[in-house]
């Protein structure tokens, strides 16, 4: 089966190529800034097993890209279109990058890696909001009403802008 060719097609090819070529820029400076995380910021034996696995998948798949856009430049500077099976294996590397930002949002939220602070949960609550149980104080009712004030405030201001 041959897909019908678009009168757009080489305009994608470039869009997609430009897309990958800045993706693979984009990677170094991601790699760096990872690398220098990953040895300076605190974490415990937990973190540290989510990050090392983070760090070797996020290798992996910027080695997979790079031989990626090592193709696709040759294929560039040839004059020649990416082959059926380039445009699979670039689908195919999705998967490791996935799997890489999964890693991150995990060393994020579920770790606190790289977390300033954390919220206090039991700092705040606002108006409607389920109870929590336990008990409340008078000084908390107090800050959700200044808190919906500043709230206001900043609406009328944004209001006021447009």
Known sequence: ??????????????????????????????????????????HDGASHEVMTTHRNIALFTALVFAGLTAWSLRQAIFGRREPRVFVLALALATAPLAVTGFYGGELVYRHGVGVLSLPDADDHHHHGAHDHGGDHHPEEHEHEHEHEHEHDELREEHEHDH
């Open 1 to 42: 089966m041959t897909l019908p060719r678009s009168s757009h097609g080489k305009a994608f090819r470039v869009a997609g190529r430009l897309n990958l070529w800045l993706g693979m820029v984009m990677t170094v400076g991601t790699l760096l800034t990872g690398w220098y995380a990953y040895n300076t910021v605190p």
